[in-house]
């Protein structure tokens, strides 16, 4: 059974950061790819990232967040990160995770499990 608890949102400054986590219960994390999304009100649910399973290598961003968030995994903690810098009011949404196979293009949630997200918002 997968399952992904986020972390680390809050309220920061336009160019500020944040880092947030995605915490899974998941045996062999280090054969799941980890993919983030988020959901601005009013919007629909908007894939911008996601990390190959170890070893593999791959790495998508959407262009939306390219050159400013950073992605990064920690299989001995099954956690993946989001490190979001250069904040942007538009990066304001509840931000999720979901496991996959492979991350091979725009995040995909096969599983279809949503943890709770964590909120970000950006703003001064």
């Known amino acids: 059974q997968v399952q992904l608890v986020e972390s680390g949102g809050g309220l920061v400054q336009p160019g500020g950061s944040l880092r947030l986590s995605c915490a899974a219960s998941?045996?062999?994390?280090?054969?799941?790819?980890i993919g983030w999304f988020r959901q601005a009100p009013g919007k629909e649910r908007e894939g911008i990232s996601c990390?190959?399973?170890?070893?593999?290598?791959?790495?998508y961003y959407a262009d939306s967040v390219k050159g400013r968030f950073t992605i990064s995994r920690d299989d001995a903690k099954n956690t993946v990160y989001l490190q979001m810098n250069s904040l942007k009011p538009e990066d304001t949404a509840v931000y999720y995770c979901?496991?996959?196979?492979?991350?091979?293009?725009?995040?995909?949630?096969?599983?279809?499990?949503w943890g709770q997200g964590t909120q970000v918002t950006v703003s001064s």
């Open positions: 979901a496991a996959d196979i492979r991350c091979s293009g725009p995040p995909r949630n096969p599983y279809n499990y």
């Open positions: 998941i045996l062999s994390f280090h054969h799941y790819a």
């Open positions: 990390i190959s399973s170890s070893g593999d290598g791959n790495i």
